[in-house]
C-alpha cells in the first residue's frame, strides 16, 4: 500500500497547484494497482483515501468556483463517494509539490527562481516522462529562443532538468513519398525532463529524440507549432510520431573504415559514396554525424594532396582517426 500512496502522491504533484478531480486519481493509479497485484474496487479506494487524507501535506479543494478549501468537518472528508460525486480535487502543498520538482534546496538558495524559471519547471515537470520541447516553452511564456536559452541553461546548470537533443519534422501532408521527404521543415530544439524523469531514458550523447508533427496550419512554423498541441496538454502531443536516432552505429561504422585504412586517414568524398551518404538527406546525416565524431574527439579534418585515377595530383579533404 505505501507505493500506491506514492503513486498517487506522484499523480497529486503533478497537476501542480490546481490538483487532481479525485474521479480523476484512479484511472492514473491502475498501473500502480496492477503492479501491487490490488484491485480497484471500492474497499481499496477507501483505504487509500484514508491514507491520503491523513498525510498533513494533502488538502481537499472545491472542484468548482476558485477552487476553496473545503470547510472542517464537510461530508467529502469521510465519505469517498460524496466527494467524487461532487468532483473535490487533491492538491499537494507547495512544499511537497518543489520537491516533486526537484527543488529540494530553493529555500536556502541564495537566490530564488523568476517566474518565468519557475513555470517553466511546473510545465516540465507535468509532462512528466513526455518531455515538452524548449520552442513549445518560448512559445508559452512568448519569449525568444534566444533569451530563453538562459531560463534554461540557469535550470540545468541547478540540475532540475535535462536536456535532450531534438529534431522536429513538418510533414506536408500534401505530398507523398520522396517528395513528401524533401518537403519537410526542420526544426532543431531540445526536448527537456524533469531530472528524476530523465534517469530513466538510458540515453546517450549519441542519440537524438526525433518528432515528426503533422502539418502546420500556417507558414510560420515558429509561431504556429503550439497549435499542434491540445489545451492543457504540456506533453509531446500523442498524434506525433516519436522515435529516437542513434547516431553510434554510423560513429562506428565511420571509424571501423579508418581503422582499416592505411594510415588510418581517407578521402571524405570516398568514404560517403562507400556508406552512402548521397543526395540532400545523405549531406544532411553527414554532417550531423560528422559533428558528433568531432566533438567526441575521435576524427580530425585536413586538407591533403591526393592521387586521382588519371595519375594526376589534386587537392583533397581527408579525415583521419584522432590519435
Not at 498525510?55 to 468548482?64: A, C, R, T, Y
Not at 516540465?124 to 534566444?146: I, P, W
Request: aromatic letters at 6%; glycine letters at 8%; hydrophobic letters at 40%.
Amino acid at each position: 500500500m505505501d507505493a500506491l500512496v506514492s503513486a498517487a502522491l506522484e499523480e497529486v504533484c503533478a497537476r501542480l497547484s490546481h490538483g487532481i478531480p479525485v474521479p480523476e486519481l484512479w484511472p492514473a493509479l491502475r498501473g500502480a494497482l496492477g503492479a501491487a497485484g490490488l484491485p480497484l474496487d471500492p474497499a481499496v479506494k477507501r483505504v487509500l483515501w484514508a491514507r491520503l487524507l491523513a498525510l498533513p501535506v494533502i488538502s481537499l479543494v472545491e472542484g468548482d468556483g476558485d477552487g476553496s478549501p473545503l470547510a472542517p468537518g464537510d461530508p467529502a472528508e469521510k465519505d469517498l463517494e460524496v466527494a467524487e460525486r461532487r468532483g473535490v480535487r487533491l492538491v499537494a502543498s507547495e512544499a511537497l509539490r518543489g520537491n516533486f520538482l526537484g527543488m529540494y534546496d530553493q529555500r536556502f538558495a541564495k537566490t530564488k527562481l523568476s517566474p518565468v524559471q519557475k513555470g517553466t519547471l511546473e510545465l516540465v515537470g507535468a509532462s512528466r516522462t513526455s518531455g515538452v520541447t524548449q520552442n513549445e516553452l518560448c512559445e508559452t511564456f512568448s519569449m525568444k529562443g534566444n533569451n530563453f536559452h538562459f531560463i534554461v541553461k540557469s535550470l540545468a546548470s541547478q540540475r532540475l532538468i535535462v536536456r535532450q537533443s531534438t529534431i522536429i519534422k513538418v510533414k506536408d501532408n500534401g505530398a507523398d513519398g520522396e517528395e513528401a521527404s524533401r518537403n519537410k521543415h526542420i526544426i532543431n530544439t531540445n526536448s527537456i525532463y524533469l531530472s528524476r524523469y530523465a534517469k530513466d531514458m538510458n540515453m546517450n550523447s549519441h542519440q537524438r529524440i526525433e518528432i515528426t508533427k503533422p502539418e502546420l496550419l500556417g507558414t510560420n512554423e515558429e509561431t504556429n507549432i503550439d497549435a499542434l498541441q491540445e489545451a492543457g496538454d504540456f506533453g509531446v502531443n500523442f498524434k506525433n510520431d516519436i522515435s529516437v536516432h542513434d547516431y553510434l552505429p554510423a560513429m562506428e561504422a565511420i571509424c571501423a573504415k579508418l581503422d582499416n585504412a592505411s594510415g588510418k586517414a581517407l578521402v571524405v568524398s570516398d568514404i560517403k559514396v562507400d556508406l552512402d551518404y548521397r543526395m540532400a538527406y545523405g549531406h544532411r546525416a553527414w554532417r550531423n554525424v560528422l559533428h558528433r565524431l568531432r566533438d567526441a574527439q575521435l576524427v580530425e579534418e585536413f586538407d591533403a594532396k591526393v592521387d586521382d585515377k588519371l595519375g594526376k595530383r589534386s587537392w583533397a579533404q581527408e579525415f583521419k582517426k584522432a590519435a
